[in-house]
């Protein structure tokens, strides 16, 4: 929800001739989704009219067969939202940007892969991972390949969104749930169910805050409906908003409790101290390595003594968080200047069509014939 997002604020205050055009497995109207979002395949007609190719994200270099909801039949999952459209554009002589990409490293093994993942890095103009790990991995699978860490890109919302007065949907938000005074965010997952005396004795040392159970990932089951009572007054959340209004929720809180990689970088990056709670529903992973060096942020079984100093902080943003938000910018700087400097390549003629026939081989052929077409990307 956020990255595309993001991407056209932060590239289109660069050179107002940037659109960001979504792309994803499925298609989205602007009236089912807060934007529009063209479905995966129609690739080969699209990526020729393109002068560059943006892969983010998230957690989004994998190999396994899992997806939250369901996909067109001829969608050949995970690959078709993150290499295919790389190769794809590589292909077409389009600049690919890997922007602070996220790599599952415990994803299953794909070897038919290799050879196409390795040739489509080799042939992008610039490869941002997220955390070590992930740049770690790609290294193995392309040792020439320059690969640098980016933030994440969750880090340019306090940029973007900056709290001044309070929106109209804050606004009727509160007035919704008749919440009045400090209120805390806890994510409505089943995740803080093992929390639950932790999460009371934070709320309670904080003040005897309010909580707000608030759906944050919906595609991973977050629910207020299932959510067993705290001991503090509790206002439920229920619908799934805006991520525009979710920022400013947590933005404007006095404690983030939640498992969520960016709904801890927003808190870090408003300045509200975040309490994180270890994520079951999603593949367990190092990427959460990237929060371990900000002081806004402990982990719910820290110790008393820890929780109380994150409690006792004050309600600011650290040094830490400052320098990787101006960290953000230099890198959406270079990303508008390798779009903006692209001179498009003389048109192919054929070029939908080959990318038409190299989408439906990856999507129809079995995984051990698969790497015969590798070269396509070379």
Request: proline share 8%.
């Amino acid at each position: 929800m956020l990255f595309p997002v993001l991407a056209q604020a932060a590239l289109g205050a660069r050179d107002s001739r940037i659109e960001v055009v979504p792309i994803s497995p499925n298609g989205k109207s602007i009236g089912s989704w807060p934007f529009a979002v063209q479905p995966a395949e129609r690739l080969p007609e699209l990526i020729p009219e393109l002068d560059a190719m943006m892969i983010g994200g998230g957690q989004i270099v994998r190999f396994d067969k899992s997806y939250p909801v369901s996909v067109p039949p001829k969608s050949s999952i995970p690959i078709c939202y993150w290499l295919m459209p790389a190769a794809m554009a590589a292909m077409a002589g389009k600049p690919v940007v890997w922007n602070g990409v996220g790599v599952w490293t415990d994803s299953p093994q794909a070897p038919w892969y290799s050879d196409l993942f390795r040739s489509t890095l080799m042939a992008s103009r610039s490869i941002g991972v997220r955390d070590e790990a992930s740049r770690a991995y790609l290294k193995r699978i392309a040792p020439g390949a320059e690969i640098g860490l980016v933030p994440d890109t969750a880090f340019s919302l306090s940029k973007i969104w900056p709290l001044a007065a309070e929106t109209n949907d804050f606004v009727a938000w509160r007035a919704s749930l008749d919440l009045h005074g400090p209120y805390a965010v806890v994510q409505a997952t089943a995740a803080m169910e093992p929390y639950r005396a932790a999460i009371n004795a934070a709320l309670q040392a904080k003040g005897r805050l309010a909580a707000v159970l608030l759906p944050i990932c919906w595609c991973h089951g977050d629910r207020t409906q299932s959510f067993s009572a705290l001991d503090a007054r509790m206002h439920a959340s229920e619908a799934w908003l805006p991520a525009r209004l979710i920022s400013e929720i947590i933005g404007r809180s006095a404690l983030v409790i939640t498992s969520s990689l960016h709904a801890s970088i927003t808190g870090l990056v408003y300045g509200v101290p975040v309490i994180r709670v270890p994520a079951f529903q999603v593949p367990t992973d190092q990427k959460y390595e990237l929060l371990r060096d900000y002081e806004g942020i402990v982990e719910v079984s820290a110790t008393a003594v820890a929780v109380a100093r994150l409690l006792n902080r004050n309600h600011g943003v650290e040094r830490a968080v400052v320098d990787t938000i101006a960290r953000v910018d230099r890198h959406w700087d270079d990303v508008a200047e390798m779009i903006s400097g692209t001179r498009p390549p003389q048109q192919d003629p054929g070029m939908t069509t080959k990318l038409q026939m190299f989408w439906k081989e990856c999507a129809e052929l079995d995984p051990q014939t698969r790497s015969t077409f590798a070269g396509h990307a070379r």
